[in-house]
C-alpha cells in the first residue's frame, strides 16, 4: 500500500495571487476546492506535489513556501510522478482521481526565473473529485491503484480551421466521441483545433504524456491540401509506427470508394497511447471506426500491459 502524510493545504483566493496554506478544506464533485479561485468543472480542480521533492529543492536555495508552485496538497511520502493516471487518492473524507502528470509552463514563474527551473511543470499531477469531503493537514493520503480492467480512455480531435473559427459545425468529433463510447470507451476530452501543426503536436504530446489517454484518434488533415498536415504533426510526436491500422482503414475504405487511396492518415504510438487519423467527414469517421473498433481493444490492452501477444502454435 502507498500511503503519505498531507503537510500542506493550500488555495489562492484570487487568480493570479500565490496559494497559502490554510490548514483544511473542502471538496466538492464537478467543483474542486471550495474557496479556491481555480477550481471548477474540469479536470484539473486539484494539485499535487510531493513533499520531498519541495524540500529537496528548497535545499539547492529556492526557500518557498508551501503553495508557492501552485499545488494545493503537499504530501509527503509519495513520489506523484511515478503513478499511473487513474489512481485514487483516499484522503480524509474525500476521494480524488489523479488525471494528469505535470503541464505545460506557457510563461515561466518567479522561481523559475530565480532558480533556473521550476519543479511542477514535471513533478506536480493533477486530479478530481470524486468523493465530497474534507482533507486537513496531518491526513494520511493513500493511493489505490487502477484496476487492470478498467475501461480504456480516448480523447477526440477535430482538425478544422472553419471548424475552429465557429463557421462550420463540427460532426465529425461527435460521431466518433458516440461510438467510442458505445464501445465501452470513457472519452476524457474532445476539441477543435484549427490546421496547424504546433497545436496539434502540443495536444498530442499533452494527452498522450500528461493525461495517458489510451486512444487519441484525429479527424481531418489528411487529404492533399497544402493545409492538411494533420499525418505530418502525427508523425513528429511518434515512438514508433503502427501502420496496419491505417493500411486497412484505407483498404476497406476503397471498397466504397477509389478515392480512398487518396487519404494520407497514419497512425503511431507515443508511449502507452495509438494516435489514429481518420478522415473528415462524419459518414467516413464512422466506416473508420466500424472497421477497426473490434481489434483496437487487445493491442490497448498490450500497451497498458494488461493483455498479451497473441501467437498461433503450429502442429509440429
Known amino acids: 500500500m502507498i500511503t503519505g502524510i498531507v503537510r500542506a493545504v493550500c488555495i489562492s483566493e484570487k487568480k493570479g495571487t500565490e496559494k497559502h496554506n490554510v490548514d483544511t478544506v473542502h471538496l466538492r464533485p464537478r467543483h474542486g476546492i471550495v474557496g479556491d479561485a481555480h477550481a471548477g468543472d474540469w479536470h484539473r480542480q486539484v494539485s499535487l506535489l510531493s513533499y520531498d521533492k519541495v524540500k529537496a529543492f528548497n535545499e539547492k536555495g529556492a526557500n518557498v513556501d508551501h503553495g508557492a508552485f501552485g499545488e494545493n496538497l503537499v504530501v509527503e511520502g509519495i513520489d506523484f510522478k511515478s503513478l499511473p493516471v487513474g489512481c485514487t487518492f483516499l484522503a480524509g473524507t474525500a476521494e480524488l482521481k489523479m488525471t494528469q502528470i505535470g503541464k505545460e509552463c506557457h510563461s515561466h514563474c518567479a522561481i523559475f526565473k530565480r532558480m533556473g527551473e521550476c519543479i511542477m511543470p514535471h513533478e506536480g499531477v493533477f486530479a478530481q473529485v470524486e468523493k465530497e469531503g474534507d482533507i486537513a493537514v496531518g491526513d494520511t493520503l493513500t493511493v489505490v491503484l487502477p ?89 513528429a510526436v511518434a515512438d514508433r509506427s503502427a501502420p496496419g491500422i491505417a493500411e486497412y482503414i484505407r483498404y476497406r475504405s476503397m471498397e466504397k470508394t477509389n478515392r480512398a487511396m487518396l487519404s494520407r492518415g497514419v497512425s503511431v504510438i507515443r508511449g502507452g497511447t495509438l494516435i489514429v487519423n481518420l478522415p473528415g467527414s462524419p459518414a467516413a469517421v464512422r466506416e473508420s471506426l466500424e472497421f477497426i473498433l473490434d481489434s483496437l481493444p487487445h493491442g490497448l490492452g498490450i500497451l497498458r500491459g494488461t493483455a498479451g501477444e497473441c501467437a498461433r502454435k503450429q502442429a509440429e
Not at 148 to 154: C, H, S, V
Request: net charge negative.
Open 147 to 235: 484496476k487492470p480492467d478498467r475501461p480504456f480512455t480516448a480523447a477526440v480531435i477535430t482538425v478544422s480551421d472553419k471548424g475552429a473559427r465557429g463557421e462550420r459545425t463540427d460532426e465529425s468529433g461527435p460521431a466518433a466521441r458516440d461510438m467510442l463510447e458505445a464501445a465501452g470507451f470513457e472519452v476524457v476530452e474532445t476539441m477543435i483545433l484549427p490546421d496547424e501543426p504546433a497545436a496539434l503536436k502540443t495536444q498530442l504530446k499533452r494527452l498522450a504524456d500528461g493525461r495517458q489517454v489510451n486512444l487519441v484518434v484525429t479527424s481531418g488533415g489528411t487529404g492533399f491540401s497544402a493545409r492538411d498536415q494533420t499525418p505530418e504533426a502525427t508523425m
